[in-house]
RNA sequence: GGGAGCAUAGCUCAGUUGGUUCAGAGCAUCUGCCUUACAAGCAGAGGGUCCGCGGUUCGAACCCGUGUGCUCCCA
């Protein structure tokens, strides 16, 4: 049969991913398998895919492609998050580009909105996935809003409302103005951002009247003195002592104020005097409850100033800043403006400064839940690969905060609690159950229509932490049948960013909910970075469009190229010549393809073989047993670039350039037909064992070697069990690779070109391991004859490998000085090596110190140097005569 | 300000309880080759103060201390 020239990606993509799913072999039920389960964390259902989903999604296809082929029951479950900041500030933005403003909008016609554009764009990612080739379970795909997952999120915030885990309050939380909508701590991006220092004066009064004296305050918010409750100095603060007790007029508004003092204030930092804003700034807020200061709030929700202000309300905050400080300059109270470089915190969806605002909203009151989930992971009954993140985990875990769940949003799960006119409320699944507890609970009849449901909707979060068993249903049909079967889940593999937002939340939620860890090992991928190592963004442009690389290089080499630059744990510094790699990779296994096809038709039983093939077929299959096991001990420490760094070398350089070569018939040659199975036979384990990370050429390569059944196909073939390796034929295999390099390196230093032909006669006290691999050597080294001496051959090029010389004999005379050179460094070397041996061995205290077995190396050692140095002296005596 | 991690070849990284003269791999670079599957290839070569300093030890890339630089998390 005559092959392409080229691997033919896209076709065999898409053929076989079809055939993949014709023959259902991605989906997965419960049987009498071992299961091997894995949910993929769901992407923004409006998401494209990027680097980081190919990252985090090859991971996890090659782990499940794997568990397959390993003969487990491999599920992986898809789906998507309905992102509810993110969904909503899109379509929210669709809208405005239509000329349709959101508050124009009821509730329900703005959610009409949102689904058909999540009907339109959602799940355009999936699709994406499977081009990169993953083997996901796609009748289970699931959606953050579907209706049963809706119900139990909804059924999850009654359950902890019920406990007493989730309560209403007003705090200080984050807000985002754009948006308009609370955000919890971990959305909050903090940046270092070069700001202004401004340092101000505050007058002082003195019996009622305001005198010519002031303090100095700094802030780098002056937009904000307008809500200043107070002037907070250090106790000891000698400069400020007088003024204990004093007020101080806030300029511009006169408003006088009180000067208090509190040890939270630093000395040193700006004059050593505080503004006290408790509406706008957490810490002001904590030290006005401790001082019971008046919050007065100058903003409104979208970041412009209110009526309280005074001044320049309505405007935003930052033209206020601008405008203020303008105000203050022409009245005298700037004293001076400094620059000053903070960190400043802003929203991670629509990256604006977020603002420090009192709100009402819901909370989970997290101690108690998190106790028994830090407890999990310390105990290790959950692993962290790599483990430096359970230090992180425990120390974030220790010190949680209450989860601020409501979000100012229509797009997502709408909180479930019923309101009167007063502000009574009850918490119910439905109006019907909330109106008949309402009844209950405050003894007055309301009708259908008097109550009214909470505006704002859950945070993203909130539904994506029972992910790994509402996957299977598990609140609404609890204890079903996928549900016993497939949870707890094997392993999750995600971004160490989300450890907080998800993971930790994930396994509260399986604790709390099922009783159960949700997966029992964490793998967490590095952050895909660009060549200059900077993260890739929409901003930057950095980030490549990866159906492009698909297209361009094949989805088995864009594969290989992200996991060939990620070691485990670290970040991961891509550039595009990695996927040239993978493309490379491919060419290499088509072309050794193409030489083992044209061998086919050249099979004989009788006399081709000169006897070495047997050895080279012995060789590597103990060489391919020895890497599967390396391969299975790297898979299970989740060190997958190694792995696959093993397997390509393997193929390689293991077998494309050293065992086909010594296979390889003469031209127009006969092959003998045993070795010629035996090839096919690793050819096959070989594309068997890189299935996992390169599933589209191995299938095509392993359709081609042999005519197949209907079924027979890599991605279902179950590994064979690992043999036992006979160490005697390694080694061999190892001395043969070294003296065809070593031979071929002296020809090419004597000027001998690699076709020339030499004698070669050899002295060795072991000339039956020689006799196994004499035609081999033959060939590669293009010797004409072999012989075997026991003594120097004049006339001819020594080299030493291991105890054993190998005389060249040359048709040309050469100039030996190249070779005496060599010599003479091999011998100053060794000598040196000696020399530091036996330095070691006379020092009495290694020989009292050292363990025995490291003493006996060390004289081992020595005994082998001594021999070489004898061996080259030999040579080299030869040499002069 | 508090905590964590990292520093090895031009780049990205290995280096498994301290023990070959141990300093390694891949990529990149350079040299020679269109050798009967593969120039997307083959055969070779060069390249390092294992961040600095001090200590422990018979022995340190590895352990301890310290300095410097970088990254991340939290306030």
């Known amino acids: ?360 909203q819901w909370w989970v009151d997290m101690k108690k839940i998190a106790a028994p989930a830090l407890e999990v992971v310390l105990n290790e009954e959950i692993n962290f690969y790599p483990p430096k993140f359970k230090n992180l985990y425990r120390h974030w875990m220790e010190n949680i905060k209450d989860w601020c769940i409501s979000r100012q949003l229509w797009w997502g799960h709408r909180i479930p609690a019923w309101y009167d006119d007063q502000g009574n409320y009850v918490v119910a699944a439905n109006e019907t159950e909330a109106l008949a507890q309402y009844r209950e609970q405050f003894g007055r009849n309301v009708e259908s229509g008097q109550l009214k449901q909470d505006e704002d909707c859950l945070d993203t979060w909130f539904s994506s932490w029972l992910w790994p068993f509402e996957v299977f249903n598990g609140l609404n049909n609890p204890g079903n049948k996928d549900l016993a079967y497939y949870y707890p889940t094997n392993t999750l593999v995600t971004a160490p960013e989300i450890i907080f937002f998800w993971v930790a939340r994930m396994i509260m939620a399986g604790i709390e909910f099922q009783n159960q860890i949700p997966f029992k090992e964490v793998y967490f991928t590095g952050i895909v970075r660009d060549k200059q190592g900077r993260k890739m963004s929409k901003s930057l442009g950095n980030s490549p469009d990866l159906l492009e690389l698909i297209e361009r290089y094949g989805a088995d080499a864009c594969r290989f190229g992200i996991l060939i630059a990620s070691p485990a744990g670290n970040d991961l510094l891509w550039d595009e010549s990695s996927n040239e790699q993978g493309r490379n990779f491919n060419n290499k296994i088509w072309n050794a393809l193409k030489l083992v096809k044209m061998w086919e038709q050249r099979t004989t039983h009788t006399g081709a073989s000169t006897g070495n093939e047997h050895f080279a077929v012995n060789w590597f299959g103990n060489r391919l047993e020895e890497v599967k096991d390396e391969v299975a001990t790297l898979m299970k420490q989740f060190r997958l ?68 059944q209907e079924t027979d196909d890599l991605t279902i073939k179950i590994y064979k069990t690992v043999q036992k390796t006979d160490p005697a034929v390694l080694q061999l295999g190892t001395l043969l690779k070294e003296v065809i390099s070593t031979l071929r390196d002296t020809k090419n230093k004597h000027q001998i070109k690699p076709k020339d032909a030499i004698q070669l006669a050899i002295e060795t006290q072991h000339e039956q391991h020689y006799n196994q691999i004499e035609s081999i050597l033959k060939k590669q080294i293009h010797i004409e004859t072999i012989s075997y001496t026991k003594a120097a051959v004049p006339q001819s090029i020594t080299v030493v490998i291991q105890k054993d010389k190998f005389y060249l004999i040359p048709k040309h005379e050469v100039d030996n000085s190249a070779q005496k050179a060599q010599l003479e460094k091999d011998l100053e070397y060794l000598k040196g090596f000696l020399s530091s041996v036996e330095k070691k061995l006379n020092n009495e205290r290694f020989i009292q110190n050292a363990k025995p077995e490291v003493v006996e190396a060390e004289k081992r050692k020595k005994e082998d140097a001594e021999t070489k140095i004898r061996t080259i002296e030999e040579s080299l005596a030869a040499l002069i005569v």
């Open 1 to 360: 049969m005559e092959l392409n020239k080229n691997f033919d990606h896209i076709q065999a993509e898409e053929k076989w991913y079809a055939h993949a799913i014709e023959k259902n072999y991605f989906s997965s039920t419960p049987d009498d398998r071992e299961p091997y389960t894995i949910v993929m964390p769901p992407p923004n259902v409006t998401g494209v895919l990027h680097m980081g989903h190919c990252l985090n999604n090859t991971i996890q296809d090659v782990l499940i492609r794997r568990a397959r082929m390993e003969g487990k029951n491999a599920c992986w479950v898809p789906g998507t998050d309905h992102a509810s900041i993110a969904t909503e500030a899109k379509v929210v933005q669709m809208l405005r580009e239509k000329g349709i403003q959101k508050a124009s909008l009821s509730r329900d016609e703005f959610l009409k909105y949102a689904w058909e554009w999540k009907e339109k764009y959602g799940g355009i990612i999936l699709q994406q996935l499977k081009k990169l080739g993953c083997s996901l379970d796609w009748n289970r795909t699931t959606f953050t809003m579907d209706p049963d997952y809706y119900n139990s999120v909804i059924g999850v915030f009654i359950d902890l409302y019920n406990k007493g885990s989730i309560y209403r309050g007003k705090r200080m939380i984050n807000w985002d103005p754009k948006a308009k909508t609370a955000l919890s701590d971990e959305e909050v991006i903090r940046k270092e951002t070069k700001q202004k220092l401004y340092h101000l004066k505050y007058y002082i009064v003195n019996e009622g009247k305001t005198t010519s004296d002031y303090i100095t305050i700094a802030t780098v918010r002056p937009e904000t003195i307008m809500g200043d409750s107070a002037v907070c100095v250090h106790p000891d603060d000698e400069r400020y002592k007088h003024l204990h007790g004093k007020q101080v007029v806030v300029p511009l508004i006169n408003r006088s104020i009180p000067v208090i003092t509190d040890e939270y204030v630093t000395m040193d930092f700006g004059s050593g005097a505080l503004k006290v804003t408790p509406a706008h700034d957490i810490n002001d807020y904590q030290l006005g409850q401790k001082h019971q200061l008046e919050i007065i709030d100058i903003l409104n929700e979208d970041g412009t100033l209110n009526e309280t202000a005074q001044i320049f309300v309505g405007e935003d905050r930052f033209v206020a800043r601008k405008k203020i400080v303008q105000e203050l300059e022409t009245h005298g109270y700037l004293l001076k403006t400094e620059d000053y470089t903070s960190e400043v915190g802003y929203s991670e969806r629509t990256d604006v400064v977020a603002e420090p605002r009192l709100s009402l």
């Open 641 to 708: 670039s190694e792995a696959l760094k093993t397997i390509y070398s393997l193929i390689w350089d293991d077998f494309c350039s050293w065992y086909l070569e010594w296979v390889k018939p003469g031209m127009d040659q006969p092959i003998e037909a045993v070795v010629y199975e035996r090839t096919i036979d690793y050819f096959e384990e070989l594309l068997q064992l890189l299935h996992p990370f390169m599933p589209f050429i191995t299938e095509e390569a392993y359709h081609l070697l042999r005519n197949r």
